[in-house]
């Protein structure tokens, strides 16, 4: 005896399909009928014409449900078709559902659970297309159970929406109303009238775009088809997922709908522009080029690329030193770099580890400069980080660093010939950003060693928001910005640990290399980043690939424009940064990352804050490091401060602060200036 069914709807359920809305579909039909001459009408037009013909059939309907056969008779009146045109455009549609859809994986593997449970399977559509051709759609895509039964609108007359088609159904199946389980999406067909009848729900909502998916679904500047196979490519992915954890869970739904279209952009970019200038071989250089090679070679084995994508170990710790033959303001630029900003982390130690130099070597100057031994591991004040700058500077540091210099320099050089920069082969260079000063250091030792190219390197990067000076003919080229152009997306930079989060390594940071026999090998700080995979690295770099799987797959090279990912990262960025959700916040901004070369210090990437952070913010402009995600601590803070000094207001009070402060400042001038 049967004690429950399961009942699953169809659509938005158990199969989804790759554009973002069911109408874009019809928008692709226009095309492809106009592409074969069974129209003349543009595909905006021909989407508009479909629904308005499938609302007019549904008007002059008795029971209010209509067949596909009835719609493209309105569409025949309408357009003049004979009965062959229309029968080519109904299969032609019909055809491209097919094509469209794709399982629900979760569902899927219910399904299959309960077959084997040998539980009694039915499903619910309400649908204008056939019973059997229904039926197709869920045996082509493995979510149809053997020995079930499907019950369609359309055929039947009676549907989910007005309620009827549950009755219909239990009588059907001979049970009682609580002995039916439905799961669906529909929160009025599948939840609420279900649930008017007595039948048990299962609502879902996953196959539902996201706010990051209907952001870019609803954007009229993009065109329809890449802002809807964009969209649905990001769900497609989303709906991979198997985590069970759900700060995994989020870290993956995160990646897919936004963070992986802004990395699959920027790598895009770069093959399309190396391509442009003749490279033949792009180095991504660690950490950061680790997710971007994988991006990359999915990209170049789906489109064709014959660009060779290489990863590079290297960092500004393992290339500053061996490229430094004196000690100017370049030098001391990366040397001392953050020590203006209490916030960031500075002692002895972690200056002398810079330049791979021990406090030891140097601890007679430290001592002239009352640094005794107690004092090298402790955060300097800001009277004592002065004073660096003429400890490093003294003759007998100078000296040693310079020499230090040298004997990393060799090896450098030996690991860059072994990875095939001595070979002739045109190359690039891809790191995330944010200067363009590691690539200066690399090109310095390619010049040293007699291995600087001819034409100079190209550096490919995600944003400059500070450039410096390049290296002879080195050309440093941005994708998303550049502080040299009139772009008006400068926030990344602002939020550049973010980004270093999402392109972060499984490994730690290079800090040299060694020579084993004949091979060099780079000495990393840690042979495993243990932080980061404990933290779900592995699952964002997953969902990163497989949104390139998706999208390779639904769009074609030419449609995936440079301009069009511009505008769609503009659009994810702004509100993944700007509007994180408290999950979001939580998950990401709890990240333990440090922004030191030489990793003496780590932090949260977004803290919440404490009173007195919020203090010394109002009072001094001054957050607990200088790259805090001040939007997700926000989310993550007191719900009453939240509420109280959200991103808006605090922006407000501190730029009416900068205004005071400024008409002071200039009321003093003016004082001064007053003769007496």
């Not at 309960?114 to 649908?127: G, V």
């Not at 730690?508 to 700080?525: A, F, N």
């Not at 509007?579 to 030191?596: C, H, I, K, L, T």
């Amino acid at each position: 005896m049967v004690t429950k069914i399961y009942s699953f709807d169809v659509f938005e359920t158990c199969l989804v399909r790759v554009w973002a809305k069911p109408t874009d579909l019809f928008w692709e039909l226009g095309e492809q009928l106009r592409q074969q001459k069974l129209t003349e009408i543009s595909a905006d037009s021909w989407q508009q014409m479909r629904i308005k013909a499938e609302t007019a059939a549904r008007e002059i309907s008795k029971t209010g449900e209509v067949s596909v056969e009835q719609i493209y008779q309105q569409l025949a009146r309408l357009l003049g078709w004979s009965t062959t045109q229309t029968e080519q455009a109904m299969h032609k549609e019909i055809a491209l559902e097919l094509a469209s859809l794709r399982p629900v994986p979760a569902i899927q593997k219910r399904i299959q659970a309960l077959q084997q449970a040998n539980q009694r399977l039915i499903y619910m559509s309400d649908m204008y297309l056939s019973e059997e051709t229904i039926k197709t759609f869920l045996k082509e895509n493995n979510v149809w159970a053997a020995g079930s039964s499907l019950y369609v609108s359309s055929e039947i007359g009676v549907s989910k929406s007005n309620g009827k088609l549950f009755p219909h159904c239990l009588g059907q199946e001979s049970v009682k109303a609580s002995q039916l389980n439905h799961i669906g999406d529909n929160l009025h067909s599948d939840v609420k009238m279900a649930k008017k009848q007595g039948v048990k729900v299962e609502p879902i909502s996953q196959t539902h775009l996201n706010r990051y998916e209907q952001l870019i679904a609803n954007d009229d500047e993009l065109p329809l088809r890449f802002r809807s196979l964009l969209a649905g490519a990001s769900r497609l992915t989303r709906l991979q997922s198997q985590e069970t954890s759900a700060d995994k869970q989020v870290i993956w739904d995160t990646t897919a709908s936004a963070i992986a279209p802004i990395l699959f952009g920027f790598v895009h970019w770069c093959l399309v522009e190396a391509q442009k200038k003749g490279i033949q071989r792009l180095y991504f250089v660690a950490r950061d080029g680790q997710i971007l090679q994988k991006i990359a070679q999915v990209i170049s084995q789906k489109w064709g690329y014959t660009i060779e994508c290489c990863y590079l170990y290297g960092s500004r710790q393992a290339w500053h030193l061996p490229a430094l033959l004196e000690i100017g303001e370049v030098e001391l630029s990366w040397i001392l770099d953050g020590i203006d900003s209490l916030s960031n982390f500075i002692s002895i130690r972690s200056i002398c580890d810079r330049v791979n130099i021990s406090p030891e070597q140097i601890k007679d100057i430290l001592s002239r400069y009352n640094f005794p031994a107690e004092k090298w591991d402790v955060n300097l004040q800001q009277h004592e980080r002065e004073l660096l700058r003429q400890i490093v500077t003294e003759k007998e540091v100078t000296k040693l660093i310079i020499s230090t210099a040298a004997i990393y320099r060799e090896k450098v050089i030996g690991y860059f010939c072994q990875e095939g920069l001595n070979d002739g082969v045109p190359f690039g260079f891809v790191d995330v950003g944010w200067s363009g000063n590691i690539q200066r250091s690399f090109s310095r030792l390619l010049g040293i060693a007699g291995l600087y190219p001819e034409s100079g390197v190209c550096g490919f990067y995600f944003a400059l928001g500070n450039p410096v000076k390049p290296f002879q003919k080195d050309r440093l080229l941005a994708y998303f910005y550049d502080v040299d152009k009139d772009y008006d997306f400068f926030f990344p930079c602002k939020y550049r640990c973010l980004f270093e989060l999402f392109t972060a390594a499984d490994h730690g940071s290079t800090k040299s290399y060694q020579q084993c026999g004949e091979q060099y090998i780079p000495v990393l700080r840690s042979p495993t980043n243990e932080k980061a995979i404990n933290w779900g690295l592995y699952v964002l770099q997953r969902a990163a690939v497989e949104f390139a799987q998706q999208i390779t797959t639904n769009l074609s090279e030419q449609e995936c424009t440079t301009n069009f990912f511009l505008k769609a990262t503009q659009i994810l960025a702004k509100e993944l940064i700007l509007n994180p959700s408290f999950q979001e916040a939580q998950v990401f901004g709890s990240f333990v990352m440090s922004g030191d070369q030489t990793e003496h210090s780590f932090y949260q990437l977004a803290p919440i804050y404490s009173l007195a952070d919020w203090c010394r913010l109002l009072l001094y402009s001054r957050h607990p490091h200088r790259d805090t995600w001040f939007p997700a601590s926000v989310a993550r803070g007191n719900p009453i401060v939240r509420t109280l000094l959200g991103t808006r207001k605090l922006n407000m009070i501190l730029q009416i602060r900068r205004k005071l402060l400024e008409r002071k400042h200039t009321d003093l001038t003016k004082q001064v200036s007053q003769p007496t």
